[in-house]
């Protein structure tokens, strides 16, 4: 009766580990920086092409970025729906002048930019503040 009691508690803890992003896949590579650039609607695919070509998390945080994990990153897609992705950039900076996060996608079809709020990935609802538009 022991191998039975072992194996209930390995199913336990696989569904608590595996829980975490089972809508993302199998943990997109996500790197977060923090430019100080200010994005607008109408340059966000230009603004967010650097991101691509980041090599390591770059900028300073002066402040805590609101979305300054990976977890808080994934989080943040799986709000605005996108799909299973492979890589993630985030740039905390500024949209059209307020505070706002800067989220680059690779999925199935190729990079995609969103501007959005700090808010994003806390759990509650979230409307992009522009995109998705293709980058790269």
Do not use: H, M
Not at 39 to 47: C, R, W
Not at 69 to 87: D, M, W
Not at 100 to 119: E, F, R
């Amino acid at each position: 009766s022991s191998p039975a009691a072992g194996q209930s508690e390995n199913p336990e803890r696989a569904s608590d580990t595996s829980s975490t992003s089972p809508a993302l896949g199998p943990g997109p590579a996500v790197k977060v920086a923090s430019s100080g650039t200010d994005y607008t609607a109408a340059g966000l695919a230009d603004q967010a092409a650097p991101l691509l070509r980041a090599e390591d998390s770059v900028g300073s945080f002066g402040e805590r970025p609101e979305i300054a994990t990976p977890e808080r990153a994934q989080a943040c897609a799986k709000a605005l729906g996108v799909g299973v992705i492979t890589e993630l950039r985030v740039d905390n900076a500024r949209f059209q002048g307020e505070p706002a996060a800067v989220l680059v996608v690779k999925g199935a079809s190729g990079w995609q930019a969103y501007a959005v709020p700090v808010t994003c990935g806390d759990g509650t609802p979230v409307t992009a503040l522009a995109g998705p538009v293709p980058v790269g």
